[in-house]
């Protein structure tokens, strides 16, 4: 019954937002833009986070994927289209091999050393000028995809949240959820009943990682030019870590609520304080944290459950 | 209890043998560049003094209070503004800012300690570097909606400063860094091995559970221990005023940089912490007294960070 | 037939003997106590044939075959199973989720096959409303849950650590009934750890005595208790 519901719900928002371009203008539009990128970048780092992990290397990846997008048709004369899949793979492949030196890691090394991954590729791009355009950044010759036809590029942002939510949707239907959560909780017991922790962190930290790079793709393709200190703005990482807190973690839902309420509330703080806009961010991160650390999703259910025990 | 004893012991030993490593490759370095390239030298330590006495606070903290605090940078350049508009209004010099920004930071750190941190002491690791994060944030935000991103200096004759030898010239001035940061590394190990307040904060450090039985108000040592580093930072908010234009995010890549150098050097390992900054940053003037290679001198501190942290969690799981 | 033995196992942590060559071995439908004072290095010893830790000398054979330095999670597929003294049930799973993981990982089943599998085992060890949040369970069924969590790797060979902690009497024979049962049935080679003697006597056919890392004593319970050696071992603890 209330799996009916949810389902049925969740059409409903399907069809409103395929059909949003059909009576939405183009400035809302675009704020639907910014908030599905947004909200695909929670949903990827809450998929990490599943397993214990928590990274603060989104923007990395995600510049990666852009630059890998923006210079696979500048430099090696890729058709546009190919390129957003070339930015995943390209994101992907990085974070294989870079998942076998720094998922050795945990905590705040894990956090950390990801971090630092994100400022190392900011600086490599920045330094290759040659290759990259340097710090003045690159410009895609043939400008904005789909000559930057508002409904087509709002489309293409909704695919990239597509695939997000499919793979966690994926991650929470599979057996992976099983590996993640045993490694999540403990990975001593969890290599008890036969986990390969290493293995699933691996699947894990390249899927959600390809999916970042994805995203990137799809951005700078969107906006037909890439800058380092642009694309890899810690936006990029404290953005979506600020809504998946919000919303709740461990589960597509709460990154999905979080996403569109902080995102509207974001481009609206935008056009009143243009400097330090993000200090809500900041703010909501710790309120978070010390008073409603499963976020909104975490709150309704605990209230909901105290109903019920009120009534019995 | 024995065994923990043990235990404790060898690790005490680890860490010497990491520290004496790392001192002698510094000094095997040091001495292969001072023949080659003086200026090297000369610029490598001041900037060293300078990641030396930002990170050594941190690493009082993460020792004891057992937190990764990625606001440390944030709160450095907190106080260097409250020292500009301070010096400004006033039309004081900076270094006599030293101790009261020391004293407003501490005070500032103590709020947030007990307002934020304290509370979330209790949760999951995670729970409290995502929180500092969005301290880190927060304290960015503020100063760039008060003053917005422009940059603000205070131009001071005596930072130029230099003694030439020779056809070289060597400016001279952040040895005050340098002589801070001693300063701390001695100081703190004073204060932590002589002082009553300085061995309960030791004590609650190792075992916090044993101090609260003994009688120590574990909170507030760990208040006491967050204030102290933040004084340490702020003073050094004063200091680096002088030197160096200040903007919103200027503190950020200290934050990083002091997690770096007190991962390298071994958390609890204070002395250990100035020999990683005398590496990183001889590395970073290497490179940067080469045309060719200058742009790269950023990406050094990376590299380490991932080398060290990396190398030293293989020797752990091997002896797991 | 051998099941599992160790040849001078040695275990170091930082200057501390935890377990000092230990030889040992485990027959198939044999119930083994492993028993010795506080900080004997029984925990280790399980975490060290279990692949938890990596011993720093000796030998660990599993049927025939040398599983020395293997990984944990290797071991668990081959059959080898284990309980923590400290539980902790997964949280964000239900009681049968939970034993559903040993049952996809070390056993390779697909989800429903693996729902199906922990069901039963959920049944066998008398757990009904399988799925509850593991926060509602009694102490008793914690205890069940670890071993049905164990099982569900589908094991030859099971190391239990005091699982027996925390239970009244009426609850410690429904375990110890319930633990002799399934180790009939599935002709398990059980490790039991415990400090409880009467268990000890009541539930194994043999026991070995670890102190201050090395093996003092093995055979039946009533012929090492007389030991004095194992005697003195656990005066010397308790004074
Ligand atoms: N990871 C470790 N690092 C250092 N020392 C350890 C470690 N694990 C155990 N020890 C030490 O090894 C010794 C043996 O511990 P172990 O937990 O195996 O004892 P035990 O026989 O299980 O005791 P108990 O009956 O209390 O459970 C103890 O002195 C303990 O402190
Ligand atoms: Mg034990």
Known sequence: MNRNIARAVAAVVAAVAVALPAFAGAYPLQVARNVMMYMALAITWDMLLRS????????????????????????????????????????AAAAFLLGFLILRLRAMYFSIVTLALAEMFRIVIHNLHDFTGGPEGIVMPAG???????????????????????????FEKSRIRFALTAIGNNEISASSSGVNIFRWLLVAFTVTSGIQGLLGGIYVQSYGFATPDGVFSADFTLLPLAMALLGGMHGTVGPVLGAVLLGLVSEWLKLKIPYGHLIVYGIIIIIVILFMPAGILGLARKMSRGAEGGKS | MAAKQNGNK??????????????????????????????????????????????????????????????????????????????????MDPLFAVLPAAAVTALLGWVVFRLTIQRALKAPELNQLILTFGIAIALTQVVNILFTS???????????????????????????????????????RLFLTRTTAGKAAVAVGQNPRGAAIVGIDVNRSYGLVFALA?????????????KSAIFPQVGSPYTMKSFCLVAMAGIGNIPGILGASVLLGLSEQLLRAFRETRAWADIVFFVLIIAVILGRSVSWRRKK | MTKLSTTDLLCRFSGLVAVNKVSFAMDEGEILGIIGPNGAGKTTFINLVSGIIMPTAGRIEYKGRDITYLPAHERARMGIARTYQLIHPLENLSLVENVMVGAIFAQGQGLKTARRTAEELCEELGLSDVDRDTARLSILETKKMEIARA?????????????????????????????????????????????VMGVIRELTHRVI???????IAEGPYDEVSRNPRVIEAYLGGAA
Request: hydrophobic share 60%; glycine share 10%.
């Open chain 1, 52 to 91: 214990g992990q928590i990274s603060f290397g989104i923007a990395g990846l995600f510049g990666l994927g852009a630059y890998a997008a923006i210079l696979g048709v500048v430099r090696g004369g890729m058709p546009v289209w190919l390129s957003i899949p070339f930015a995943a793979v390209v994101a």
């Open chain 1, 144 to 170: 904005v995809i789909f000559g930057g036809n508002a409904a087509a590029l709002y489309w293409l942002t909704l695919a990239g949240l597509a695939v997000a939510l499919a793979a966690s949707w994926w």
């Open chain 2, 10 to 91: 060898g690790k005490h030993m680890a860490l010497k043998r990491r520290t004496a490593i790392l001192a002698a490759l510094a000094a095997a370095a040091t001495v292969l560049i001072l023949l080659w390239k003086p200026t090297v030298i000369n610029n490598g330590l001041q900037q060293a003094g300078l990641y030396a006495a930002i990170a050594i606070p941190m690493g009082l903290v993460l020792g004891i209070v057992h937190i990764v605090n990625l606001a440390h940078g944030e709160f450095m350049m907190v106080a260097a503004y409250a020292t500009y508009f301070a010096c400004k209004a006033l039309g």
């Open chain 2, 150 to 188: 422009q940059t603000y200096k205070i131009p001071l004759e005596y930072v130029s400063a230099s003694i030439d030898i020779g056809e070289n010239t060597f400016p001279v001035w952040s040895y005050v860094f340098v002589a801070t940061a001693i300063l701390y590394a001695v100081g703190l």
């Open chain 2, 230 to 242: 933040l004084a340490l930072v702020g003073a050094m908010g004063a200091l680096f005023l002088t």
């Open chain 3, 151 to 195: 099982l569900a790797n589908d094991p030859e060979v099971l190391f239990l650590d005091e699982v027996m902690a925390g239970l009244n009497a009426d609850e410690t024979h429904d375990l110890i009934a319930t633990i002799r049962r399934i180790a009939v049935e599935r002709r398990l080679a059980v490790g039991v750890v415990e400090h």
């Open chain 3, 209 to 215: 005595v670890l102190e201050a890392g090395e093996l």
